[in-house]
């Protein structure tokens, strides 16, 4: 994967615990184009890599800006970005990535977001109204003051298009997600990210809905969104295409650790099977699918596999390894 040097070229307080970073390129170079809903991931000096949505135009290709919540429960990357990096910070990123793909093929669209999942929701509101589709946006928060990006949607490119959803952290004060999409828009797209409870509750409220017409992005593992058809921890055998050699798995280990003990090298990063850096493909067996990045209809191909948190349902899968 191609790793880019950047530039922090601005760091600001956009929220209550939300600050907004500007990245540049080092050189001063262009910087890899970006579509809305894609994401980079950073990789900090304490060693962890964390992935962050993009939340400017697209067309802004001398660029990045991040908005990063700091987290509560860091594993040490919210912290480190608020705390450690400085404006003038030289750090090193991946390529744009974006398995959260804004499809302009349909008749309107409603974004759905909750806290920090407004970042790659932005995007996607700059580009809709460059393409002029007609958008919704609902954005779900604490408190106005806790509201990235608040002064920005209140301006006319905006305008008329973004309803605020303040609950004050109580739930029945929120958005009325069965009323909102009660209809099914056979021609429209739903497009949700947001805290786990949030979107479980989208994904509820859209059972009527083509699965195919409803998209999610998450920033964690949420266990309300694990596939329903996930089955229990089990040892299997792992088969590597390139040299016949098996390797076996147990039921307290996972298939990524497994490779690695092993010597093969898996790029990884979320590690919770959110982000898409561990997918390989899948030649042989069928695959138990534990993560929250491929589409339906990617799980039912059988022919890739999250190797960070999914198992095996086969005694052995043979892998493009």
């Given at each position: 994967m191609d790793i880019i040097k950047v530039r922090v070229a601005r760091i600001w307080q956009e929220a209550g615990g939300?600050?907004?970073?500007?990245?540049?390129?080092?050189?001063?170079?262009?910087?890899?184009?970006?579509?809305?809903?894609?994401?980079?991931?950073?990789?900090?000096?304490?060693?962890?890599?964390?992935?962050?949505?993009?939340?400017?135009?697209?067309?802004?290709?001398?660029?990045?800006?991040?908005?990063?919540?700091?987290?509560l429960d860091?594993?040490?990357?919210?912290?480190?970005?608020?705390?450690?990096?400085?404006?003038?910070?030289?750090?090193?990123?991946?390529?744009?990535?974006?398995?959260?793909?804004?499809?302009?093929?349909?008749?309107?669209?409603?974004?759905?977001a909750g806290g920090i999942g407004i970042t790659p929701l932005l995007s996607m509101a700059r580009a809709l109204n460059r393409a002029g589709r007609p958008y919704r946006l609902y954005?779900?928060?604490?408190?106005?003051?806790?509201?990235?990006?608040?002064?920005?949607?209140?301006?006319?490119?905006?305008?008329?298009?973004?309803e605020f959803v303040h609950d004050g952290g109580d739930p029945q004060k929120g958005l009325d997600l069965a009323a909102l999409l009660r209809e099914i828009r056979t021609n429209g797209r739903i497009y949700c990210c947001g805290p786990g409870g949030l979107m479980a509750a989208v994904k509820?409220?859209?059972?009527?809905?083509?699965?195919?017409?409803?998209?999610?992005?998450?920033?964690?593992?949420?266990?309300?969104?694990?596939?329903?058809?996930?089955?229990?921890?089990?040892?299997?055998?792992?088969?590597?295409?390139s040299s016949g050699k098996v390797l076996n798995v147990g039921a307290d280990e996972s298939l990524l650790n497994v490779l690695r003990d092993n010597g093969i090298f898996i790029p990884s990063a979320c590690e919770e099977g959110i982000c898409g850096t561990c997918i390989v493909n899948v030649l042989e067996g069928e695959p138990d699918h534990r993560d929250q990045i491929l589409t339906d209809e990617e799980r039912s191909a059988?022919?890739?596999?999250?190797?960070?948190?999914?198992?095996?349902?086969?005694?052995?899968?043979?892998?493009?390894?």
């Amino acid at each position: 994967m191609d790793i880019i040097k950047v530039r922090v070229a601005r760091i600001w307080q956009e929220a209550g615990g939300i600050k907004g970073f500007e990245l540049v390129s080092q050189d001063g170079q262009i910087l890899p184009a970006f579509t809305a809903g894609a994401h980079i991931g950073v990789h900090l000096p304490n060693g962890v890599i964390r992935h962050y949505s993009m939340c400017n135009d697209p067309e802004e290709g001398n660029r990045y800006e991040l908005g990063v919540l700091k987290s509560l429960d860091s594993r040490g990357g919210s912290n480190f970005m608020h705390d450690q990096v400085k404006e003038g910070d030289l750090l090193k990123i991946d390529a744009p990535r974006n398995n959260f793909q804004l499809k302009l093929d349909a008749e309107t669209y409603i974004l759905i977001a909750g806290g920090i999942g407004i970042t790659p929701l932005l995007s996607m509101a700059r580009a809709l109204n460059r393409a002029g589709r007609p958008y919704r946006l609902y954005y779900c928060t604490r408190t106005a003051e806790m509201t990235a990006y608040r002064d920005l949607l209140a301006q006319s490119e905006f305008a008329g298009k973004v309803e605020f959803v303040h609950d004050g952290g109580d739930p029945q004060k929120g958005l009325d997600l069965a009323a909102l999409l009660r209809e099914i828009r056979t021609n429209g797209r739903i497009y949700c990210c947001g805290p786990g409870g949030l979107m479980a509750a989208v994904k509820a409220a859209t059972a009527h809905w083509p699965s195919d017409r409803v998209h999610f992005e998450a920033f964690s593992a949420s266990p309300e969104l694990r596939p329903a058809e996930a089955g229990p921890d089990q040892a299997f055998e792992v088969e590597l295409a390139s040299s016949g050699k098996v390797l076996n798995v147990g039921a307290d280990e996972s298939l990524l650790n497994v490779l690695r003990d092993n010597g093969i090298f898996i790029p990884s990063a979320c590690e919770e099977g959110i982000c898409g850096t561990c997918i390989v493909n899948v030649l042989e067996g069928e695959p138990d699918h534990r993560d929250q990045i491929l589409t339906d209809e990617e799980r039912s191909a059988n022919n890739c596999i999250t190797v960070c948190c999914s198992r095996a349902k086969t005694a052995r899968l043979k892998l493009d390894l």
